[in-house]
Structures are given as structure tokens and as C-alpha cells.
């Protein structure tokens, strides 16, 4: 199991040979919202299966220029990073990782890193996150304020520093 100061931690282009991965990390992320619903195996494996569709579709329509990284422990894919650079804003468009590997530091190094690109560009992070996600608090932690709500998200926004010109 990976230290919690682990130094292996890399990011990599996510290829078409990902897919299954993203489905199988898709699925550690939204197995409990199913198992409260009584589905069976085969209908949770089917209707994962549809949302991780779904919200592949999504962010390809929306944001068709956006950077899709696998995060990586050494050889072994555990996480990705989803995000679109654009003119106005970093938008974070899903970080995620194996459950693992979660609560080990690795989120709050990529959200300081997105937050530092947000610094040297001069534009906002920002992100929905569910309501309820436990990202909601690492993001609070790291200076992002609730704006409101979208839906089943709260949008969530961390401004950089003004700086002197």
C-alpha cells in the first residue's frame, strides 16, 4: 500500500485503452448511491455502465478541448484527472481516485497544483461538486467558496490572489 507521502504519484494523457479503467474507478465512486436502491449485480454493473457513458458524452460536448490525465503510483494506474483550461477559468471537471488511495494527501497535492496554474494564469478554479461528496471539505480546506447551487452540485469557486501590476 502506497505511503501517504509517496513521491511516485505521476500524471500521464489518458489513452482509448483507459476506458476500462475509468468505468471500474467510475464505479468505486458511485457503487454506495446503487446499493441503497436494492439493485443486483448485473442492473448496478448495467446502469454504471450508462451514467459513466453519460458523463463521458457530457464533458466531451461541453468541454471538447478539455485534458483527461490517469494519475499513476508507479506502473499502476489509480485515479484520473479531468480538467478544461479555459479562457476564463481552470474548470475541474472530475478528480478521482481508487478508494485506496483516497485520504492519502494525493487529492490536495492536484488541487494545490490546479490552484498554482490558477495563480500564474490569473484565473479561477472552479468546480461542481455533489452534494454530500466528501471533495466538498478538501476543497473547502483549500480556500474554495460555495457560490450556490446547480442541480444536485454546489458550484464551488477559489479565486487567486489579486496581484500588483
Known amino acids: 500500500m502506497p505511503s501517504r507521502t509517496s513521491r511516485s504519484i505521476e500524471m500521464r494523457p489518458a489513452e482509448a485503452g483507459d476506458m476500462s479503467f475509468m468505468q471500474?474507478?467510475?464505479?468505486?465512486?458511485?457503487?454506495?448511491?446503487?446499493?441503497?436502491?436494492?439493485?443486483?449485480?448485473?442492473?448496478?454493473?448495467?446502469?454504471?455502465?450508462?451514467?459513466?457513458?453519460?458523463?463521458?458524452?457530457?464533458?466531451?460536448?461541453?468541454?471538447?478541448?478539455?485534458?483527461?490525465?490517469?494519475?499513476?503510483?508507479?506502473?499502476?494506474?489509480?485515479?484520473?484527472?479531468?480538467?478544461?483550461?479555459?479562457?476564463?477559468?481552470?474548470?475541474?471537471?472530475?478528480?478521482?481516485?481508487?478508494?485506496?488511495?483516497r485520504n492519502r494527501g494525493i487529492g490536495l497535492g492536484l488541487l494545490r497544483s490546479l490552484q498554482a496554474q490558477g495563480e500564474r494564469l490569473r484565473l479561477p478554479v472552479r468546480a461542481n461538486v455533489m452534494l454530500g461528496s466528501p471533495a466538498q471539505r478538501l476543497l473547502q480546506r483549500c480556500g474554495f467558496e460555495t457560490l450556490g447551487m446547480d442541480g444536485i452540485y454546489n458550484v464551488m469557486e477559489w479565486m487567486p490572489p489579486a496581484g500588483i501590476d
Open 24 to 101: 471500474q474507478l467510475y464505479s468505486s465512486t458511485r457503487s454506495a448511491e446503487l446499493h441503497m436502491g436494492g439493485c443486483d449485480l448485473a442492473t448496478e454493473t448495467l446502469l454504471q455502465g450508462l451514467q459513466f457513458k453519460a458523463q463521458q458524452t457530457c464533458f466531451q460536448t461541453e468541454y471538447p478541448q478539455a485534458d483527461l490525465a490517469v494519475i499513476m503510483d508507479r506502473e499502476r494506474p489509480i485515479g484520473r484527472l479531468y480538467v478544461n483550461y479555459g479562457p476564463n477559468e481552470l474548470r475541474i471537471l472530475d478528480i478521482c481516485l481508487l478508494p485506496e488511495y
